[in-house]
Nanobody, 122 residues
């Protein structure tokens, strides 16, 4: 089992920045790919970004150029630096562990945190 705890969310204005953190504990040896997803009210959960080990990264088109995913393997922590935030970024952000298959589909991920709320007002 892997336990994931997200933090760093909050309420900000358009153009502001936030950095989310996700700390993993438990079977951390399986933490090859770590990803961030988000879910806005009334919408399906959507892919945001994934990092494979410490180098290979994938981003959704909606956040590319504004968000940066990184990780500190020594701390079993993955980060999501979010810059130039927009109201459409408002959602609950979840951290997860990639299992197999596509990096863009949430069904290919196992172990989810409880999420952290990000609210961006105009």
């Amino acid at each position: 089992q892997v336990r994931l705890v997200e933090s760093g969310g909050g309420s900000v204005q358009t153009g502001d920045s936030l950095r989310l953190s996700c700390v993993a504990s438990g079977r951390t040896r399986i933490l090859n790919g770590m990803g961030w997803f988000r879910q806005a009210p009334g919408k399906e959960r959507e892919f945001v970004a994934t990092i494979i080990w410490s180098s290979t990264t994938f981003y959704s088109d909606s956040v590319k150029g504004r968000f940066t995913i990184s990780r500190d393997n020594a701390k079993n922590t993955v980060y999501l630096q979010m810059n130039s935030l927009k109201p459409e970024d408002t959602a609950v952000y979840y951290c997860s562990v990639h299992n197999s298959g596509s990096y863009y589909r949430d069904i290919e991920y196992a172990y989810w945190g409880r999420g952290t709320q990000v609210t961006v007002s105009s």
